[in-house]
């Protein structure tokens, strides 16, 4: 089957630190890998995301490249932020968007 | 952005009774709706799709009479947890998609978390 495994929090950093979130996934066929990030109080938001082995997403100075031969899409940013404290959730799907397979989410707590 | 809100945030309720929880979209047309559910420290897990105007397409293990969902209008798509127990305690996320063509994003509201008494 499909699945997403993600390193457990949280993550403790401080500011201008650099940042990594793994993410692993075992999938059937060839998915799109995606982060998404959750604020507090609010819904996912799609962060990047990747279609095809070797494309590297990037948004807000995170990025994350799609290895097919370690099937991985790990998330790195080189300066973290206090405002980039939040729960980050890696996903991946096989038709598009329409059904997202999660993995547990890691929570980021970023301290000035 | 596109923006979905869902309502209550949270709600208690005794065991037995019957909770709805409202997904709106806010400025957008949702043909297709999503409802999760999560546990502490688990993936989201897909419960259901459900396309405006027909019936919801529930994942596997989900109980269609237990988690009634409706998509009545391209704004609005409501879960009712029918006959609550504790085990039902989660925390439920929708999301929206504004188009049934395959590779639209979804939008997801901030959750509404039940705690079954």
């Known amino acids: 089957g499909n699945s997403v495994t993600q390193m457990e929090g949280p993550v403790t950093l401080s500011e201008e630190a650099f940042l990594t979130i793994n993410c692993t996934y075992t999938a059937t066929g060839y998915p799109s890998l995606f982060w998404y990030v959750q604020y507090p109080g609010e819904g996912l938001q799609l962060l990047l995301k990747?279609?095809?082995?070797?494309d590297k997403g990037s948004n807000k100075g995170f990025e994350a490249t799609y290895r097919k031969e370690t099937t991985s899409f790990h998330l790195e940013k080189g300066s973290v932020q206090v405002s980039d404290s939040a729960v980050y959730f890696c996903a991946l799907s096989i038709t598009g968007f329409q059904k997202l397979v999660f993995g547990t989410g890691t929570r980021l707590l970023v301290s000035p | 952005g596109a923006v979905v809100s869902q309502h209550p945030s949270w709600v208690i309720c005794k065991s037995g009774t019957s909770v709805k929880i409202e997904c709106r979209s806010l400025?957008?047309?949702?043909?297709?709706m999503f409802w999760y559910r999560q546990f502490p420290k688990q993936s989201l897990m897909l419960m259901a799709t459900s396309n405006e105007g027909s019936k919801a397409t529930y994942e596997q293990g989900v109980e269609k009479d237990k988690f009634l969902i409706n998509h009545a209008s391209l704004t609005l798509s409501t879960l009712t947890v029918t006959s609550a127990h504790p085990e039902d305690s989660s925390f439920y996320i929708c999301?929206?998609?504004?188009?049934?063509?395959?590779?639209?994003?979804?939008?997801f509201g901030p959750g509404t978390r039940l705690t079954v008494l």
């Open positions: 990747a279609t095809k082995a070797d």
């Open positions: 400025d957008f047309q949702a043909t297709t």
């Open positions: 999301s929206a998609s504004p188009d049934r063509v395959l590779g639209n994003e979804q939008f």
